[in-house]
Nanobody
Framework: QVQLVESGGGLVQPGGSLRLSCAYS????????MGWYRQAPGKQRELVAR???????DYADSVKGRFTISRDNAKSTQYLQMNNLKPEDTAVYYC???????????????WGQGTQVTVSS
């Protein structure tokens, strides 16, 4: 059973910073990509940042230059460093792993439970 547990959300003033963490456990034979998504009230879930197995990264235009995705394979943890936060960054943030449990399995999306980030003065 694969589990993803996020932490690090909270309330921060505009211009502030937060670092989200996502620790994963369980058996994943291969991770193709890991990433962070967010969903604001009344809006669809959107990609924030993504890192492929090879280390390539991709960011939403709205967060480029402010957010950084990283990972620590030894700790089975991925991070999202968020700087210069804006009120429009307010959302529930979800971590994601796209991987397969064995070499022949179809890739599957695993999700964390979400962590609230609120940017407000």
């Amino acid at each position: 059973q694969v589990q993803l547990v996020e932490s690090g959300g909270g309330l921060v003033q505009p211009g502030g910073s937060l670092r989200l963490s996502c620790a994963y456990s369980g058996t994943i034979f291969v991770i193709y990509a890991m990433g962070w998504y967010r969903q604001a009230p009344g809006k669809q879930r959107e990609l924030v940042a993504r890192m492929t197995r090879g280390g390539s990264t991709d960011y939403a235009d709205s967060v480029k230059g402010r957010f950084t995705i990283s990972r620590d394979n030894a700790k089975s943890t991925q991070y999202l460093q968020m700087n210069n936060l804006k009120p429009e960054d307010t959302a529930v943030y979800y971590c994601n792993i796209n991987g397969a449990a064995d070499p022949l399995a179809t890739p599957y999306d695993y999700w964390g439970q979400g962590t609230q980030v609120t940017v407000s003065s």
